[in-house]
Each structure stands twice: as structure tokens, then as C-alpha cells.
């Protein structure tokens, strides 16, 4: 048995056409469909809200005035 996984599309009216690799031998062959909406890229949008508080734990404990003023002093150096 070997496994193969093969991007298609569904058309309209719902049938599948797959194409075998030619390294597959010719003959008789069980083929099992999973099926599984695929989100392309294009379509998934990213909101910068989402990032609200992401990483807040890493400045838990830092006072923001003393953390830039430490910046300001080795620039001045």
C-alpha cells in the first residue's frame, strides 16, 4: 500500500477528478477519499486587533519610563 496526498478541487455539481502520478503502476487500486475544506491563503485576512496583548507577560514586571530611559542612556554612550 503506499499513500499519496492529492490537492483537488470539487466542482459545482460535485464531482472530483484526480489525476494519478505516473509512477503508479496501472491496474486495479482502493482508493480512500478524505475530504476537508481547504482555506486558500488569499482568503484568511489578519485583524492587528488580535494581537492586543500578545506577549504582556514578558513586560509584566517592567516600568515603562525606567525601560526607556535605560534605551536613552546607551544611546547617549
Same mark, same amino acid.
Given at each position: 500500500?503506499? #499513500?499519496?496526498?492529492? #490537492? #483537488? #478541487? ?5 464531482r +472530483? $477528478?484526480?489525476?494519478?502520478? !505516473? ?11 478524505v475530504? $476537508?475544506?481547504? +482555506? ?6 489578519? !485583524? ?22 535605560r ?7
Amino acid at each position: 500500500m503506499e #499513500t499519496i496526498r492529492l #490537492t #483537488t #478541487t470539487i466542482g459545482e455539481d460535485g464531482r +472530483v $477528478h484526480i489525476d494519478a502520478p !505516473s509512477t503508479l503502476p496501472p491496474g486495479p487500486a482502493e482508493v480512500v477519499l478524505v475530504v $476537508h475544506p481547504a +482555506v486558500p491563503q488569499v482568503q484568511r485576512k489578519l !485583524s492587528w486587533r488580535a494581537l492586543r496583548g500578545l506577549g504582556k507577560e514578558i513586560w509584566q514586571d517592567i516600568d515603562a519610563q525606567e525601560y526607556v530611559n535605560r534605551l536613552r542612556d546607551e544611546w547617549e554612550r
